[in-house]
């Protein structure tokens, strides 16, 4: 039986996922091979797997034979629930953006780097963001600037900055702009006041203005080098950016549904019972709420051990629930 290459990871020459008899492999690519035993033997895998920031392999017999030019393969520990960037409310996107910082500050400290920042490398365990591409490190090269820095303004704090500063709708842009938001389109929506927030100024509205100076130009390597200290002190200072980045609490059709319900507590508590009740019979495996607004009736179902997912169009309501 032939294996189904999965087309989202076709892009990437160090590997790529695919499944057979619906268990999901991932392929090592020989290029890759320096840098996968680099992530293992200096403890940076393990430390990031036991912190629960990173899915968990096991390296495993190949299902199929291993065509020219393929290294290892390997086994992730599956998500239970695949979503996206763009579904995601601002509370979740946050601590997506902050686990990769986190990551990429771990990384340094065992001679490794993130190569990509992309939030489509994270999904969520609960509501625990973790890394799935196992593949996104490369070695620390001496005096070179972080390669994801560019990513990580366009998928996490450019959509973060107009979620928070200008209207937390525009984090939809997210679904029309797959490789990140362009910084000088995140530059011009951003309010006036933004540019006098030193972490804005710098990592959106000048950054923004550098991408067009340099747009018809060739790349060219930077004339200073970057220390370690200095790719440590980039990403406390994104990770400052993110965090001073608040939530506008804004009023919403459903947002404020469960205090201005019109019925008793005696009704409420009524319904919640009979939804517990209508659970304890039919004992699903996997719950989807549609319309979930603040989780009440979700969580009945997660009590009762269903792995339950909440949907919601209200970004309010879903706030609430996280």
Request: proline share 7%; hydrophobic share 40%.
């Amino acid at each position: 039986m032939p294996i189904d290459r999965l087309p989202g990871s076709f892009r990437d020459p160090s590997g790529f996922l695919f499944t057979r008899d619906g268990v999901l492999y991932r392929q090592i690519n020989s290029p890759y091979e320096e840098e996968y035993l680099h992530l293992i033997q200096s403890g940076l895998y393990q430390n990031l797997t036991t912190a629960r920031w990173m899915v968990p392999h096991e390296e495993v017999e190949p299902p199929v034979a291993l065509p020219e030019g393929a290294f290892k393969i390997i086994k992730p520990e599956p998500v239970p629930f695949i979503s996206y960037p763009y579904e995601w409310c601002f509370s979740q996107l946050k601590d997506a953006a902050l686990l990769t910082l986190r990551i990429q500050a771990r990384a340094l400290e065992y001679g490794m780097t993130l190569k990509d920042a992309s939030a489509y490398n994270i999904q969520f365990r609960g509501v625990n963001p973790v890394l799935i591409d196992t593949l996104s490190f490369e070695r620390l090269r001496k005096g070179e600037p972080w390669t994801a820095y560019r990513q990580f303004c366009q998928h996490f704090l450019a959509p973060l900055a107009l979620m928070a500063c200008t209207d937390v709708r525009l984090g939809q842009l997210s679904r029309i702009y797959m490789d990140g938001i362009p910084l000088d389109l995140a530059a011009s929506l951003l309010p006036r006041s933004s540019r006098f927030r030193l972490t804005l100024l710098t990592h959106i509205h000048m950054h923004a203005r550098s991408q067009k100076r340099y747009a018809d130009r060739a790349p060219a390597r930077p004339s200073r080098k970057m220390t370690l200290v200095a790719l440590k002190a980039l990403a406390d200072h994104l990770a400052s950016a993110v965090k001073k980045l608040r939530r506008r609490p804004a009023e919403t059709e459903w947002g404020g549904y469960y205090e201005d319900i019109h019925y008793s507590d005696e009704a409420f508590r009524h319904k919640q019972e009979i939804v517990k009740e209508w659970l304890q019979e039919l004992k699903p495996a996997r719950v989807w709420d549609l319309g979930a607004n603040a989780g009440v009736f979700s969580r009945i179902a997660g009590d009762l051990g269903a792995f339950t997912a909440a949907f919601d169009l209200d970004p309010a309501a879903v706030e609430k629930n996280v």
